[in-house]
């Protein structure tokens, strides 16, 4: 694994220690290049989001009716269907603005489902994950600019 290249990559991004931890537990990291590195967190947003449309569906079914879970399950669809497959398509096709981008707007789209909720959402630590886990890709993906 190059330890010096992770560690460089993640210095310049917003969370340090949440880059490292994501790309160290990816076993793909330990022959990338920042191009790859960036494919694997945005990977690491794409699971994390996951994971927050799982509980969002759980909550629905409990509350069918809940509108602020249904606007996230709608906002995490957006996330998934769309900013993270744009994300993986740009970086891999070599046009790292549009994959930083949709990053920056995975993470704006968790806040808003967060925001959603008239005090107290269900989902304050799953939103902030992806909200954190976007905004290190971003960074990420901004130093193949």
Excluded: H, W
């Excluded at 998934?80 to 707007?105: R, W």
């Amino acid at each position: 694994m190059d330890a010096n290249l992770i560690d460089q990559t993640c210095r310049k991004t917003p969370n340090y220690n949440l880059c490292v931890s994501s790309l160290k537990s990816d076993p793909r990291s330990e022959s990338a290049d920042v191009r790859g590195l960036a494919l694997v967190m945005v990977d690491v947003v794409k699971g994390k989001a996951t994971a927050a449309l799982n509980r969002i569906n759980v909550l629905l079914k409990k509350s069918p009716k809940d509108d602020s879970l249904k606007d996230c399950a709608n906002t995490y669809d957006t996330i998934l269907q769309d900013d993270v497959k744009v994300a993986n398509e740009a970086i891999t096709l070599g046009d790292p603005k549009f994959a930083e981008e949709s990053m920056n707007d995975a993470g704006g789209e968790a806040e808003d489902c967060e925001n959603d909720f008239k005090g107290g959402s269900p989902l304050t630590q799953l939103n902030k994950d992806v909200t954190n886990v976007a905004d290190v890709a971003a960074a990420i993906v901004r130093i193949l600019l």
